[in-house]
């Protein structure tokens, strides 16, 4: 077979990785020029500033003719790392948006290269056993005592969120006891809960969810009873979700609790441990997760607090029965008679068609690092989290809101209105100096840090407040 040019040669193959080689090259060198050019969190200027630059570098995006492979690659990933929020960074510290281990985005790689497609088992012959495997794995971590538990890989926790909904919804179905047995799926959330869970609702054509409210950051179980109280017996089935891990302020619901309720009340219990849930590897941290292995189904987000290039995202349940709603037959993927010919039917693994092998990353990583490796960095962020919280304690211009429960901390310039810390926020991020997040509590707005770099070092959180401090009015 004649060697193809350099832009037209295939990743696969025997000869894919000396295509690959080359190129890769290329791409290292532009990752090392665009961070250097950028040097900093994220490209400073704003919006429109960054805009143009991406035009100026980039357009003509389809010429007539080509300037090719290494061109291209050169000018467009050093444009986009240059230009890039970088949560490498440690003052990259607004979201849930991790730094990827290097280990991790290098097998990403791997899965690119070979591209399998997760929807039938001829396209994906070892990547489908793997992701078996890797899924049952992780689920163990969450229901230690199932006998069979499993978990769904998915995009992230929006995506494992809706497909909880939708098995509660499916499961409420299938109940034919009376009162209700046609009566649609109530959910009932915080008001700390994850905005997808309302999309969930919304896109499965539920009722909007009862949203208790959470003034002190979780779901207080009084209310919790007083409201499944009221559902029980005349509303129809009740899906309670609780979370592991609050986006605002990493804050954790009482999770013994409200198993106990959804158990008296009859309810459902989902739990979105997206942000939490890989306290699971830390031998420290994992009582604090004490009450998952009672839900019947929890989300997990290893691209948040798990060092996973996006998307790394799973649903666990404890035992397969739990996922026979999303059984799916298409002839040309999984026929009857292929599956009775023992070809593993991939189709009720997801409700999408075509997906990347995204465990592929997550196994390589589980693999290196075992648990305590994995527990390890978990530890480090947490405690950088506390660092910083003792740092703002210890300053005489701050005010911390609370105790860090994970890796997110909050805090404002004493006495600063909600005007002033918004200007704070977009000028350090116009200046490329730091991304700081906000938050909305009941006492105000507050600064947020969401610290995901395990290798943060105390220096590092002090150069950070002195950023804050040289924008605050005095």
């Known amino acids: 077979m004649p060697v193809a040019p350099a832009g037209t040669a295939l990743a696969g193959g025997a000869d894919g990785p000396r295509a690959l080689r080359p190129l890769l090259d290329t791409v290292l060198d532009a990752l090392t020029t ?12 704003g919006p429109a500033t960054v805009a143009r630059t991406v035009r100026d570098a980039c357009l003509p995006l389809l010429p007539e003719e080509g300037t090719g492979p290494h061109t291209a690659l050169r000018t467009l990933v050093h444009t986009l790392t240059a230009g890039a929020a970088d949560p490498a960074d440690p003052h990259c510290a607004a979201h849930l948006h991790c730094p990827p281990l290097a280990l991790a985005a290098a097998a990403d790689l791997a899965a ?15 990547a489908s056993e793997l992701e078996t495997l890797t899924a049952r794995a992780l689920a163990a971590l969450v229901y230690p ?29 299938e109940d034919t006891r009376p009162p209700h047995p046609t009566s649609p799926l109530r959910i009932v959330c915080g ?14 054509g539920l009722p909007e969810p009862l949203t208790l409210p959470t003034p002190d950051g979780t779901l207080d179980p009084a209310t919790v009873h007083t409201c ?20 605002d302020a990493g804050a954790i619901d009482p999770l013994p609790a409200l198993a ?53 995202g799973l649903l666990a349940v404890p035992g397969p029965a739990t996922l026979t709603p999303l059984a799916h037959q298409a002839d040309y993927l999984n ?23 995204d465990i592929l990353k997550i196994a390589v990583t589980l693999k290196a690092l075992g648990r305590q490796g994995l527990g390890d960095l978990v530890d480090r962020t947490l405690a950088a989290a506390q660092t910083l919280a003792d740092l703002i304690d210890a300053h005489p211009r701050y005010e911390l809101h609370s105790r860090p429960t994970l890796t997110t901390v909050l805090f404002r310039p004493t006495g600063a209105d909600d005007t002033t810390l918004a200007t704070i926020r977009r000028s350090l991020l116009t200046e490329g100096h730091a991304v700081l997040g ?26 950070l407040l002195k950023l804050v401090e040289g924008h605050t009015p005095r």
């Not at 070809?343 to 075509?354: A, E, N």
């Open 260 to 312: 106990d309720l959804a158990d008296h009340h009859g309810a459902r219990l989902h739990i979105d441990a997206s942000y939490g849930g890989p306290l699971l590897f830390s031998d420290t941290h994992r009582p604090t997760l004490t009450g998952l292995a009672r839900a019947h189904t929890v989300t997990l987000d290893l691209h948040k607090l798990g060092w996973q290039p996006v998307a790394a």
């Open 191 to 204: 008001a700390n809960a994850h905005h997808s869970i309302h999309r969930a609702a919304w896109l499965l």
């Open 34 to 45: 665009g961070a250097q050019e950028r040097s900093g969190p994220l490209p400073p200027g």
């Open 112 to 126: 690119s290269a070979l591209n399998p497609s997760m929807d039938s088992w001829d396209q994906a012959p070892a």
């Open 335 to 357: 026929p009857d008679d292929d599956t009775e010919a023992g070809l593993p039917d991939l189709l009720g693994r997801s409700l999408r068609t075509t997906r990347r092998p």
């Open 228 to 247: 499944l109280a009221e559902l029980t017996g005349r509303s129809g089935p009740v899906l309670l979700t609780a979370t592991a891990g609050t986006t």
């Open 145 to 173: 005592e199932a006998t069979a538990p499993d978990a769904l890989v998915t995009t992230g926790g929006t995506e494992s969120n809706q497909l909880a909904v939708l098995l509660a919804r499916e499961a409420a179905c």
């Open 438 to 463: 906000r938050a909305t509590t009941p006492t105000g707005l507050w600064l947020k840090t969401t610290l995901l770099n395990p290798h943060t070092q105390p220096g590092d959180l002090t150069t």
